[in-house]
């Protein structure tokens, strides 16, 4: 009988590879011929607060890790709940959508409050995007 290998569900990625993702992903962010968006969301889809990046986004991916360049708060934010975020790049096309929750959740966002009031300042201090080495 025929021998077969396993494949693993995910391989494990070497650096290289993972800077790679991580930039070919954020590179995605800065299609258009402007800046790309963070927008905050409500479970309908709905823009709660509207941030704009930097054009680029991103710098360089290390370790399998881009960091984002600043990122404009929205000074007039248009309230609500916020459930999501999700970035979008100038043409409106959505790149990648985030977990948000409060400080200390786990989520891939963690904001002081999830409540917006309208008129309101949302901004980021920080905000990395990570290719693993494996699912493992």
Do not use: Q
Not at 29 to 40: A, C, E, N, Q, V
Not at 78 to 89: M, P, Q
Not at 101 to 112: H, L, Q, R, T
């Amino acid at each position: 009988s025929p021998s077969r290998a396993r494949i693993p569900d995910m391989p494990t990625l070497e650096t290289i590879a993972r800077n790679a993702s991580s930039d070919e992903i954020v590179d995605l962010i800065d299609g258009g011929s402007g800046p790309g968006t963070l927008r905050f969301e409500t479970s309908g889809d709905v823009a709660v607060a509207t941030l704009t990046f930097s054009d680029p986004s991103f710098g360089n991916s290390s370790g399998g890790t881009a960091t984002a360049n600043a990122i404009t708060s929205d000074t007039n934010a248009a309230g609500g709940t916020i459930a999501k975020a999700s970035a979008y790049d100038s043409t409106g096309a959505k790149i990648i959508e985030f977990t948000v929750g409060i400080a200390a959740s786990g989520e891939e966002i963690e904001m002081s409050s999830l409540t917006i009031g309208a008129g309101d300042t949302v901004s980021v201090s920080s905000l990395t995007i990570t290719t693993p080495a494996s699912d493992a």
